[in-house]
């Protein structure tokens, strides 16, 4: 097929990008290279014949409408958003602007394409979304596809928005549609700015682990590469207008994630004495943090045939090993804020009122 992948310099995008060029798809990967767009995630894939990069912001939709004329695809990949919580809260406006008019553009100009192509049956209009859409579960139950919507944060409430766009379009115009649902995904690419890759960077520089409140958070993490397989079955055999929920089957308290980390760097990096569970420090918790997701699987695993291949231990112990091995890869991104510093604290001065 040929796909486009929009946010594919991205964590998940990149991934995406990386399996469906190895599968033999050629891509068109369409990217604004925002602070978390990063052209070396593709790296591998650059001088592929069948990749193609375009430099095009989702909000600008006359960019958008020339990427689908020149490149006509079978299928759009749509994975391009603000994603992190914590800068949701400190600038939401961001995160309106990309997530729900970005993909109002995309389905606009997907549309046009597809009735210029002849309104064929197999084109598909793939929206990447979150378990985050479903708001905070108590101490039981999982979330399903009907699971009613109850979102938390400026980030999961532009994400929601975005989901229901994209179902209006299938109902109202009969744009051929998949949609999925994913929850917390780790590994390598992962922008520093998140926990997994945090913790790791500060364990080895011997710096303070920030966990908010006491890391009762439960959160249920996808290998990211078990994630790209699913995406790409999705979108190749997903029946349109069906959505898919993809998890790991791994829940873990924030605090125990952080725990195998730091017991896995004190196994794999030794700079010093002592443990680097010593680095943890608890600090105010996140406004409006959710207490915890959870995943059910089973339409996609029975439907599609998908299942993830990598548990929680394996990934992360591959993970820490990835981040040890390129340091070329991260240290530029030291200095970019959020990275070494906090955001999301919701005192920032408040503008427009």
């Known amino acids: 097929m040929r796909l486009l992948v929009t946010g594919g310099c991205g964590f998940i995008g990149s991934a995406v990008v990386r399996l469906a060029v190895a599968r033999g798809h050629s891509v068109v990967n369409l990217d604004a290279l925002t602070y978390a767009g990063l052209p070396e995630n593709v790296a591998e894939v650059s001088r592929n014949s069948a990749y193609c990069f375009e430099h095009v912001d ?3 939709r006359a960019a958008v409408d020339r990427v689908f004329a020149d490149h006509t695809p079978d299928a759009v990949m749509h994975l391009a958003a603000e994603s992190h919580v914590d800068r949701s809260i400190d600038g939401p406006g961001d995160f309106v602007e990309t997530n729900i008019t970005g993909t109002y ?4 100009a997907a549309r046009a394409h ?5 309104h064929p049956d197999s084109f598909r209009f793939h929206h990447i ?3 985050e859409v479903y708001g905070s579960l108590g101490s ?3 979330f399903t596809e009907d699971t009613s919507y109850d979102p938390r944060s400026p980030y999961s409430a532009s994400k929601a928005a975005s989901d229901h766009l994209v179902r209006a379009w299938f109902h109202t115009y009969g744009l051929p549609v998949v949609l999925t649902n994913c929850s917390n995904n780790y590994g390598p690419y992962h922008f520093p700015e998140k926990l997994i890759p945090k913790v790791i960077l500060n364990a080895l520089h011997g710096l303070e682990i920030p966990v908010y409140g006491q890391g009762e958070n439960v959160r249920d993490w996808l290998y990211v590469e078990d994630h790209a397989d699913a995406l790409l079955l999705a979108v190749t055999r997903g029946v349109p207008g069906r959505s898919y929920n993809v998890g790991g089957h791994n829940e873990r308290r924030n605090i125990d994630l952080v725990h195998t980390i ?3 760097m004190d196994e794999m990096h030794r700079p010093g004495t002592g443990r680097h569970r010593d680095l943890i420090r608890f600090v105010s918790d996140r406004p409006g943090h959710d207490a915890r997701y959870a995943i059910d699987p089973d339409r996609i695993s029975r439907e599609l045939g998908w299942t993830p291949s990598v548990t929680v231990e394996e990934g992360l112990r591959r993970t820490v ?3 040890l091995d390129h340091p070329d890869w991260w240290t530029p991104l030291l200095g970019v804020e959020g990275v070494g510093s906090r955001v999301g604290t919701g005192t920032r001065a408040v503008t427009g009122t």
């Open 58 to 60: 989702i909000r600008d």
């Open 105 to 108: 553009n995309m389905l606009e």
């Open 114 to 118: 597809w009735a210029r192509v002849g």
């Open 129 to 131: 979304s979150t378990d």
């Open 140 to 142: 039981e139950g999982l």
């Open 262 to 264: 730091c017991d896995l």
């Open 321 to 323: 090993q990835w981040y």
